[in-house]
């Protein structure tokens, strides 16, 4: 039944009913926010060291700016990633039997496929958390305070881009080792040319 509405579907050179995939494009902005936000926080948290730097830059910069950025790309981040792991599932069971090859972690593409979808949910819920304690910070525990964000955060942050990394390694595993919803690698495999997409 399943296959059979797959089949149904006008899957184009991809894979998928549209043209270019969703799920990367979406990665890479929730990749973008979630590093911005814990970037200009720890920039914030740091600012009466990097102040005489601003000042010599000529760049008018207040700490509350910073902390104002970070927390605003967290949400910006936390709300993507609903959208980024939704298109990534969909795009997911749209694939079709990838080969039966290992990647370089020694892993089959339904394995890769299986944690990378999973690692996706436990991301979905860390960057729920990590929003969730950003925003208790900055209006009820440190709302009073210069430093808006503590030490505890930061740090997990910086943990979770490791896990980011991680996640993403996967990810680019499916699309360069197995070719998972790879426009032009599958192209070329078939010996069409992937110029003619933007003809």
């Not at 149904?8 to 270019?20: A, E, I």
């Not at 090859?101 to 860390?126: C, D, P, Q, R």
């Not at 197995?178 to 078939?190: C, S």
């Amino acid at each position: 039944m399943y296959s059979e509405a797959i089949k149904q579907l006008d899957l184009g050179t991809n894979g998928l009913p549209y043209l270019f995939p969703i799920h990367p494009n979406l990665v890479h902005l929730t990749l973008g926010l979630f590093i911005i936000g814990i970037a200009f926080d720890l920039v914030g948290a740091l600012f009466p060291f990097e102040k005489p730097i601003f000042k010599y830059l000529a760049i008018p910069a207040t700490r509350s700016n910073f902390f104002d950025v970070g927390w605003y790309n967290m949400l910006a981040a936390a709300i993507i990633t609903f959208f980024t792991v939704a298109a990534g599932f969909y795009e997911i069971m749209l694939v079709d039997s990838p080969p039966e090859i290992k990647s370089v972690w020694n892993l089959g593409a339904m394995e890769t496929m299986l944690w990378h979808g999973v690692g996706g949910v436990f991301l979905l819920a860390l960057m729920i958390a990590m929003t969730l304690w950003r925003g208790f910070q900055r209006y009820v525990w440190r709302n009073d305070t210069s430093r808006q964000v503590q030490w505890s955060y930061l740090l997990a942050g910086l943990v979770i881009m490791f896990f980011l990394y991680l996640h993403g390694t996967l990810g680019a595993q499916l699309a360069a080792e197995f070719g998972v919803h790879n426009t032009a690698g599958h192209m070329l495999r078939l010996e069409q040319n992937p110029n003619t997409l933007l003809r």
